[in-house]
């Protein structure tokens, strides 16, 4: 069964500084990797995704790929309150097929 | 980018009746839809894969006669809960993919909650 598996949190941190986000997957095939954020009674809204191997920057945010080690991060400097959310891992495999997510990590920024 | 509008955000209904959630993709066309359940403080969980022009895929558990799933067009998916009870009261939500890029993100509506009194 493919798994995507998060810390459960709360990652807290100061406002200003940086935000680590891990998640490990199973499958080995897995080809797709996205980052999407869910504040409370709302919807995903997709912040990243990644699919090679090493660092993808955007802004404030960075996600980190190591395929042979089947880990994905998401790094968020100069956090803000206003990132204070849960952060959903998400992973595909290859053709049409679901993402498979994560449980989520809640993120709060402490002002 | 790619907007998935699904309606209604909130129903309010008496048990037993049905209930339908309507999910499109508004400028992108989707082969496949999916959609998700979410209880409060829990992860999203797939209930299904919604097929144009094909049955849904239903995930194990699902009742697929309870959860009617329904993808007439390349833009239009219907999620129908029949004979709702209090214990489907959930966050329903719908996603969708541009079928031409496939390895796209998956693009997520609004949201629907819905409440069974």
């Known amino acids: 069964q493919k798994e995507v598996e998060q810390n459960s949190g709360p990652l807290s941190v100061p406002e200003g500084a940086i935000a680590s986000l891990n998640c490990t997957y199973s499958d080995r095939g897995s080809q797709s990797f996205f980052w999407y954020r869910q504040y409370s009674g709302k919807s995903p809204e997709l912040i990243m995704f990644?699919?090679?191997?090493g660092d993808k920057e955007d802004g404030r945010f960075t996600a980190q790929l190591n395929k042979a080690s089947q880990y994905v991060s998401l790094l968020i400097r100069d956090s803000q309150p206003s990132d204070s959310a849960t952060y959903l891992c998400?992973?595909?495999?290859?053709?049409?097929?679901?993402?498979?997510f994560g449980k989520g990590t809640r993120l709060s920024v402490i002002a | 980018g790619a907007v998935v509008s699904q309606h209604p955000s909130w129903v309010i209904c008496k048990s037993g009746t049905s209930v339908k959630i309507e999910c499109r993709s508004l400028?992108?066309?989707?082969?496949?839809m999916f959609w998700y359940r979410q209880f409060p403080k829990q992860s999203l969980m797939l209930m299904a894969t919604?097929?144009?022009?094909?049955?849904?895929?239903?995930e194990q558990g699902v009742e697929k006669d309870k959860f009617l799933i329904n993808h007439a067009s390349l833009t239009l998916s219907t999620l129908t809960v029949t004979s709702a009870h209090p214990e489907d009261s959930s966050f329903y939500i719908c996603s969708a993919r541009d079928r031409v890029w496939i390895n796209q993100p998956q693009h997520f509506g609004d949201g629907t909650r819905l409440s069974i009194l």
């Open positions: 990644i699919y090679s191997n």
């Open positions: 919604s097929n144009e022009g094909s049955k849904a895929t239903y």
């Open positions: 400028d992108f066309q989707a082969t496949t």
């Open positions: 998400a992973v595909r495999g290859s053709g049409n097929t679901p993402l498979v």
